[in-house]
């Protein structure tokens, strides 16, 4: 199976592998969603299956939770954890100071909502995600469906008096029809190629009625593991103001792949 996995697939398994070292017996887990997060999620199961590891895993999306049952990890609601003692994640977009985009696997609510509650958040990322400045990747927004082009044109309003020029929006489509989140609402994609003031746009944005959130974390994030396709993995904590690297061996294991197929 591992022949067939591109350079990108080896960067997010090495990333998802480092990350679950921060795991430890009896934690409560927040389980992001995405491919790299799967990778993660399958490495924990692993751990589940053949080491004995007991945890409790929140996931972030009805698709993160499937495969966490799927791998042996014992599910269970945000509400019955509480609080957690990490979150595991991936990014869209991750810049110097730890400000993530996140959403474009349209999760963005539950992630932000799970990271939150989080002593900490762990983002695992292959190096093409890092960025100088956050915007390239199209911003998610959560809005409800209710009246959701008036939203949409308030975002845009909202864009023109913040003087992000050259802006355009779109609603995420599922094929034809407009995508449905977990929880029932759209999302509106904002192409702004540049986001000079993160933590502005992010304050702003949520003011909007009919904006549920919006897909910009900042200061959620303290730590990224970040992959390369040659095995690489750098660990960087914004705590502790630290880097350190480590290389992976990609390890070939029909349980890690099962899901997976041929
Ligand atoms: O925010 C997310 C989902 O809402 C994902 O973490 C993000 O899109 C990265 O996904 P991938 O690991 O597949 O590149």
Redesign the pocket.
């Known amino acids: 199976m591992s022949g067939e996995l591109s350079p990108i697939d080896k960067a997010?398994f090495v990333a998802a592998k480092k990350a679950v070292e921060y795991v430890e017996d009896g934690m409560r887990v927040g389980l992001?969603?995405?491919?790299?997060?799967?990778w993660m999620v399958r490495c924990l199961g692993e751990m589940v299956r053949e080491d004995g590891l007991k945890i409790r895993g929140v996931p972030?999306?009805a698709r993160t939770a499937a495969l966490a049952r799927d791998v042996g990890i014992d599910v269970v609601s945000l509400d019955e954890a509480k609080w957690l003692d990490l979150t595991i994640?991936?990014?869209?977009e991750f810049d110097g100071e730890f400000n993530?985009?996140?959403?474009?696997?349209?999760?963005?609510l539950q992630?932000k909502i799970v990271a939150t509650a989080s002593d900490r958040m762990v983002?695992?990322?292959?190096v093409s995600?890092e960025v100088e400045t956050l915007g390239a990747f199209p911003l998610?927004v959560e809005v409800i469906p209710f009246g959701w082009q008036t939203t949409k044109a308030l975002i845009e309003e909202m864009l023109d008096s913040l003087d992000v020029l050259g802006q355009t929006t779109s609603l995420r489509m599922n094929g034809a029809a407009p995508l449905f989140t977990d929880e029932g609402n759209h999302i509106v994609d904002l192409h702004l190629n540049r986001i000079g003031n993160a933590r502005q746009v992010a304050m702003v944005l949520n003011q909007i009625p009919g904006v549920v959130e919006n897909?910009l974390f900042v200061d959620i994030c303290d730590t990224v593991v970040v992959g390369y396709g040659d095995g690489r993995v750098q660990v960087r904590d914004i705590n502790e103001n630290a880097v350190s690297e480590d290389r992976l061996e990609f390890v070939e294991s029909e349980n890690l792949f099962s899901d997976l197929g041929d």
């Not at 992001?32 to 799967?38: E, P």
């Not at 983002?123 to 292959?126: K, N």
């Open positions: 997010k992001g969603t995405g491919s790299t997060a799967a972030t999306s994640d991936g990014a869209d993530l985009i996140k959403g474009g696997g349209a999760a963005l992630e983002v695992i990322s292959d995600k998610p897909g």
